[in-house]
C-alpha cells in the first residue's frame, strides 16, 4: 500500500461501522394512510468500489409494517416484505437508494381502497446521509402494486422518513 493511499483510507468510515447489519424504523404518510415499518437489514452481501472512492452494496431488508387509516372502510392491515435493496454510496456519508420485492398483505382493502390482491411488488426509491459510523437518516418514496396479477391494480403509495441503526 502506498502512501499516498493511506489518508484517503482515513477519510472513510470503518468497514466494520458501514457493512454491518442494522435495524430501521420508517414512518410513513401518503394520502390519508399512514406507515409504520420496523426492518432488518443484512450486512452487505455484495459490494464493489471504483477508484474515485464510490461504490454500490446490495443487501437484505425484511420488514414488518402496520398500516393505518381514518377513512370509511378497514381502518388498518399488515404488511411483510422482503426485498433486495442496492445503495449507491456516492461519498463515505451520501446514499441513494433503490429495490423492489415481494410483500404480503393480510387484507386487500384499506380505508375503502381495494388492491384486489394480498400478495404485491415494492418498489423503493429514496436517499439518505450517514450521521454517524452507524446512524442514517433518509426519505424513501415506495410504490406497492400486484404488477396486474388481478384488478383493480391502483397500487399503494407511501413518502417514508427512514432512521437506521447499524450494529
Given at each position: ?20 447489519s442494522a435495524w430501521s ?143
Amino acid at each position: 500500500m502506498s502512501a499516498v493511499a493511506i489518508p484517503a483510507l482515513a477519510q472513510t468510515a470503518p468497514a466494520s461501522a458501514i457493512d454491518n447489519s442494522a435495524w430501521s424504523l420508517q414512518l410513513g404518510h401518503y394520502d390519508d394512510i399512514s406507515r409504520f415499518t420496523l426492518n432488518y437489514e443484512t450486512a452487505p452481501v455484495w459490494q464493489t468500489r471504483f477508484s474515485n472512492g464510490t461504490r454500490i452494496t446490495l443487501s437484505g431488508e425484511f420488514g414488518g409494517s402496520y398500516w393505518h387509516t381514518s377513512r370509511a372502510g378497514r381502518s388498518s392491515l399488515f404488511q411483510l416484505s422482503a426485498i433486495p435493496l442496492f445503495r449507491y454510496w456516492a461519498t463515505d456519508r451520501f446514499y441513494i437508494e433503490a429495490g423492489i420485492g415481494a410483500t404480503v398483505f393480510d387484507k386487500h382493502d384499506i380505508g375503502g381502497k381495494e388492491i384486489s390482491t394480498n400478495f404485491h411488488f415494492g418498489d423503493h426509491l429514496g436517499a439518505g446521509y450517514r450521521i454517524t459510523n452507524d446512524i442514517m437518516i433518509g426519505y424513501r418514496y415506495s410504490h406497492f402494486s400486484n404488477a396486474g396479477i388481478k384488478r383493480p391494480n391502483p397500487g399503494l403509495d407511501m413518502h417514508q422518513i427512514v432512521l437506521n441503526k447499524r450494529f
